[in-house]
């Protein structure tokens, strides 16, 4: 099945650091990716869709200043948290779909951020 | 804010017993998908619904779509600890997820 990578699965940083993740698509080419915050014995939130070669599309009250999104090819997108603080400390996971609405996600490990 | 309701939010059965956990909208679904993930990892995909009054099965699990194509369930027969963890519903036109029903099953 449909393999998607996410590095780094876990990151423990000092507040004030800029942290990237990566979410690489191995066996098939993303026209789309997601990415999502979830906080403990909560669900998945949506925090923006990235489409290859554009600008990422922001939900409601996520600052796309602090968190970067770049989706420069098929098979890779990252997201940078930006001068991290404690209240950014979750569970990041990415998601990448091909071509169409009708195709389903495939979900990366995720990613544990930390920020002391 | 969540779009999609799921229900029961928690559940903990003995092992053997039936469930059934649900999933509903007030928009009517392009297709649908439930997902199930364990702590510390991503949500592994169980089942995409598309078809109004489809019904799937995957070994145990039988995943119903409703004639309207607003509300899915997912049915689990004699459930095994290995079933243990969150069940998630997405609607696919926007990505987005229900709350989620948490299932302990206790050997």
């Known amino acids: 099945g449909a393999v998607v990578s996410q590095h780094p699965s876990w990151v423990i940083c000092k507040s004030g650091t800029s942290v990237k993740i990566e979410c690489r698509s191995l066996?098939?080419?993303?026209?789309?990716m997601f990415w999502y915050r979830q906080f403990p014995k909560q669900s998945l939130m949506l925090m923006a869709t990235?489409?290859?070669?554009?600008?990422?599309?922001?939900e409601q009250g996520v600052e796309k200043d602090k968190f970067l999104i770049n989706h420069a090819s098929l098979t890779l997108s990252t997201l940078t948290v930006t001068s991290a603080h404690p209240e950014d400390s979750s569970f990041y996971i990415c998601?990448?779909?091909?071509?169409?609405?009708?195709?389903?996600?495939?979900f990366g490990d995720g990613t544990r951020l930390s920020i002391l | 804010t969540q779009l999609l309701e799921q229900s029961p939010q928690f559940l903990s059965i003995q092992e053997g017993e039936n469930l059934t956990v649900y999933c509903n909208s007030s928009s009517v679904f392009s297709s649908l998908q439930w997902y199930r993930q364990e702590p510390g990892e991503g949500p592994v995909l169980l089942v995409t619904?598309?078809?109004?009054?489809e019904v799937k099965k995957l070994k145990r699990l039988t995943f119903q779509f409703g004639d309207a194509r607003k509300d899915s369930s997912l049915h689990i027969t004699a459930a095994q600890p290995g079933d243990t963890g969150l069940y998630l519903c997405?609607?696919?036109?926007?990505?987005?997820f229900g709350a989620g029903t948490r299932l302990t099953v206790k050997p």
């Open positions: 990235s489409n290859e070669g554009s600008k990422a599309t922001y």
């Open positions: 997405a609607r696919n036109n926007d990505m987005r």
């Open positions: 066996d098939f080419q993303a026209t789309t």
């Open positions: 998601s990448a779909r091909w071509d169409t609405k009708d195709q389903p996600q495939h």
């Open positions: 619904v598309v078809t109004g009054g």
